[in-house]
């Protein structure tokens, strides 16, 4: 969801008659909370039998003009189900993925060998005359003044460089060991005593994050909701991450990054067009990705991030 903003709002934007609604799931609806060039959000949980009727019907009832397939690597039959069952007269999707006949505006795909996500879904921009480069694809997410409020009031008073630090990750091959992290957060404070480092994690990995928190002469800080997440990020200076969301978050707001990838994983979703550095492991999982490498790119983009913070002061 996050990596498709760039390309809804360039659509939403493309013609002045033209109304965006879009269909998410209960865990990624709340990144559209804040967006304004989004009229309605309808939240489906494709886990639930008894959600598809009724959400068939609602799609029905609205009579969409065209609906648009953002599931340009590997085709979703829940989707092309929703697509059909919406009646919309103009079907879009990218062509040669197998269903080619599903749809009444076919796009070619961005078929560059090293494509990133964000550049396989601006293909869709231009059945609508919109051609994006590279910062307008770029994802966008917005924060509301509270939100922005609530999260600088969670950083420290002082005026040292904000850097987050999230441990968690969706799968356990991403998992990461605690000391590697802690190792870490003890390597930016030699670097920058002033520095304030939280640590946050999913819920179901709090005690943990505590513990690194506390290993790392950090903070934890609980992140009850998304929302929570995207505005500690927006207010950072530098984010550390496995491959996660809070990457992408970070490539939306720019904020210089680092983040660990698993073998193959680098290309599809690398940090996109920020100050960062995408770590590829060759191993099956994070687990010994060995910390010496991680901190030479921590050091390489806190170098470059920091000069910029000091030509801007």
Request: proline share 6%; aromatic share 6%; glycine share 6%.
């Amino acid at each position: 969801m996050i990596l498709s903003t760039g390309v809804m709002r360039a659509i939403a934007r493309s013609h002045p008659t033209i109304t965006l609604d879009v269909l998410a799931s209960p865990a990624n609806a709340g990144i559209l909370a804040s967006a304004d060039y989004v009229h309605d959000v309808i939240v489906f949980d494709k886990r639930r039998l008894a959600a598809y009727v009724p959400t068939a019907r609602r799609l029905r009832r609205a009579k969409y003009d065209a609906v648009i397939d953002c599931m340009v690597t590997a085709p979703s039959v829940t989707t092309l189900l929703l697509i059909a069952a919406s009646g919309a007269r103009h079907r879009v999707g990218i062509a040669g993925r197998g269903n080619d006949s599903a749809f009444t505006v076919l796009v070619p795909p961005d078929d560059r060998p090293r494509a990133h996500m964000v550049d396989l879904l601006g293909a869709l921009a231009p059945a609508f005359g919109a051609t994006l480069d590279e910062p307008q694809r770029r994802p966008v997410l917005d924060i509301t003044a509270q939100e922005r409020d609530r999260a600088e009031s969670t950083w420290s008073t002082r005026t040292g460089p904000r850097v987050l630090i999230n441990i968690s990750a969706g799968t356990s091959a991403r998992f990461w060991p605690s000391d590697r992290y802690a190792a870490v957060m003890r390597h930016i404070r030699e670097r920058d005593a002033s520095a304030q480092l939280l640590v946050i994690s999913a819920p179901w990995e709090a005690e943990r994050g505590r513990e690194v928190a506390v290993a790392g002469d950090a903070t934890y800080v609980p992140t009850a909701t998304l929302r929570d997440m995207i505005a500690l990020v927006a207010t950072s200076d530098f984010v550390f991450t496995p491959d996660t969301s809070v990457g992408h978050v970070a490539s939306a707001f720019r904020r210089p990054a680092v983040a660990m990838y698993l073998r193959g994983k680098r290309d599809l979703w690398r940090l996109y067009d920020t100050p960062s550095e995408s770590i590829e492991h060759s191993g099956e999982t994070l687990a010994d990705l060995p910390v010496e490498r991680v901190l030479g790119a921590v050091d390489r983009v806190w170098n470059a991030a920091m000069a910029a913070v000091d030509q801007r002061v």
